[in-house]
């Protein structure tokens, strides 16, 4: 797709954008309903560094959707039960190495009271839910898990499934490793700005998350403790959170986070921080009875951090990005940095565009299993 082509995709959406239909919400008795969703079309033209120019197509698109679904039941003022899902579709052409699930859900049910929250069904860890860090308000692609991978292939990051699935290094300064794996999930009423939350899993791996489903922990138990604080002093909300992570008894992920807004702006920044205690299920170095590939599981034994600031001025947020992981063990390790813009054309639309830099080093780092350059992305959002 050209520039011109990809003009074609966002001016009739300027046009249509006014008559969008808003989420919708329907009441019955003591039941409330919710619907609502997104819908995202990118552009990406990409520029490679010239020992890797031929490693992908120098113009990308994605797609995706998504839909929100909720049905709530209020006993009381104090006591509510509800049944929540949610849906991700892709539609983009797939790049060599990281293939982005085509469908992926959260279905859980939730009950709150004065005694704080229990959620049980798929859906995330309580110190992913309770992260706080880089500023994502302006970036189509977020600065964790980035979408930068739908436009430029990391070796690192190889998730198409099977045998061949492995990360190399962490995606994220957030606890994803069971992204959206069936969990238990309690989160305390909050006192002074403060809460605490549990998760446990009898099975941290889902197809979703960095585990691989044929490591031989794969089956293993996880539980999860954070911690999040929300302040507040004269001008400036202060956001902060700690998380504690135990996967297969004995692979301990750590990570922190603090962002301050002030005004009109924010900045923000985390860190997160993995390493096998014991000897159990060592990092894979090697091809195994399974067949999987050397270092698959390399993310146990690394660090990640984040950093941004964005500023909002009208409809316009502007922010600056970067991202950066390392492996312990090998020479592994992703940046990128983004200076990213949205523009919120009204309650329906907003409009992308985006400047990344990528460099993903391998362990040899080789053109075969780097990658280096920039991409220009553009796209619009509709929120449905």
């Known amino acids: 797709m050209n520039k011109s082509a ?11 954008s006014e008559t969008s239909a808003q989420a919708m919400q329907f009441e019955y008795d003591n039941w409330t309903f919710n619907a609502g969703g997104t819908f995202k079309v990118l552009y990406g ?34 006591y509510q039960l509800g049944f929540y899902y949610s849906t991700d579709t ?13 469908w992926d859900e959260q279905f859980y049910a939730a009950l709150q009271s004065p005694y ?88 941290a791996y889902i197809n979703q998350g960095l585990i691989n489903g044929y490591a031989p922990y794969h089956n293993e138990e996880a539980y999860v403790f954070a911690l999040s604080n929300n302040s507040r002093f004269g001008d400036f909300i202060i956001n902060s959170y700690l998380g504690y992570g135990l996967y297969a008894k ?17 900045l923000g920044g985390s860190f997160r921080r993995t390493n096998v205690d014991g000897n159990r299920y060592p990092v894979n170095k090697q091809i195994n009875s399974y067949m ?14 984040n ?34 813009n949205q523009y919120q054309y009204n309650e329906y639309l907003s409009l992308f565009a985006t400047v990344a830099h990528v460099s993903f080093t391998g362990a040899d780092n080789t053109a075969a299993d780097s990658n280096k350059g920039y991409s220009y992305i553009t796209g619009f959002m509709l929120n449905i």
């Open 6 to 16: 990809a003009l074609s995709l966002i001016l009739p959406v300027l046009l249509l």
């Open 45 to 78: 033209q990409n520029s490679y560094e010239k020992q890797y120019d031929n490693t992908d197509n120098h113009n990308e698109t994605y797609s995706g959707a998504n839909i929100n679904l909720s049905a709530t039941y209020k006993f009381t003022p104090r």
């Open 90 to 102: 892709d539609g983009n052409n797939y790049l060599n190495d990281y293939s982005p699930n085509e």
């Open 116 to 203: 704080g929250e229990i959620q049980i069904g798929q859906n995330y860890n309580v110190a992913y839910l309770f992260y706080a860090g880089a500023p994502n308000a302006a970036s189509p692609l977020g600065i964790n898990d980035s979408s930068i991978v739908n436009f430029y292939s990391n070796p690192n990051w190889i998730n198409n499934g099977g045998k061949r699935a492995a990360y190399r290094t962490l995606n994220s300064t957030q606890l994803d490793t069971d992204n959206v794996a069936t969990k238990f999930n309690y989160i305390s009423p909050e006192f002074h700005g403060t809460r605490f939350g549990f998760t446990y899993m009898p099975e």
């Open 250 to 266: 004995e692979d301990k992920d750590y990570a922190a986070g603090l962002n301050i807004t002030w005004k009109e702006w924010t």
């Open 292 to 305: 999987t590939a050397p270092y698959f599981d390399n993310f146990r034994e690394g660090k990640a951090w």
């Open 307 to 340: 950093i941004g600031l964005s500023y909002t001025y009208g409809k316009l947020t502007t922010a600056l990005l970067y991202f950066e992981t390392k492996a312990d063990l090998t020479q592994n390790q992703d940046k990128y940095i983004q200076f990213t």
